[in-house]
């Protein structure tokens, strides 16, 4: 199988898997890499496959939001705008998951500028 298929698969299992309500109760259970560090994120920068992966779970993650939030949707972004909002993130939090900086991405570029809340 093409790696733009497991992409493409990614992104969609992501997408169904990122549609819960927003004010559920339970904890966000995050499907993604074995190793979703900001230490790991930095580590891809020289491998431009990982990268394309991991670039195309954010994107996956945005598409998850729009689709739990219509009305607060994530326009649509650039690969480069991606990378460079999560590279930005990492540096700032070393030690956090770039699946954070998604999180922070939906919370930016959807209007809504604050984490979802209960």
Known sequence: ????????????????????PAGAAVPIKILGFDDMSCRAWSASKDDAD????????VRGVLT?????????????????????HVH?????KPLGQFSDAAFRL?????????PITK
């Open 1 to 20: 199988m093409s790696r733009w298929k497991v992409v493409q698969r990614y992104v969609l299992v992501l997408a169904a898997m990122s549609a819960a």
């Open 50 to 57: 990982l990268r394309a992966l991991y670039v195309a779970w």
């Open 106 to 114: 939906s919370d930016q570029f959807s209007g809504r500028n604050s």
């Open 64 to 84: 998850g939001h729009n689709y739990a939030n219509q009305s607060q949707q994530v326009s649509t972004l650039s690969t480069g705008t991606v990378e460079q």
């Open 88 to 92: 930005r993130y990492c540096i700032e």
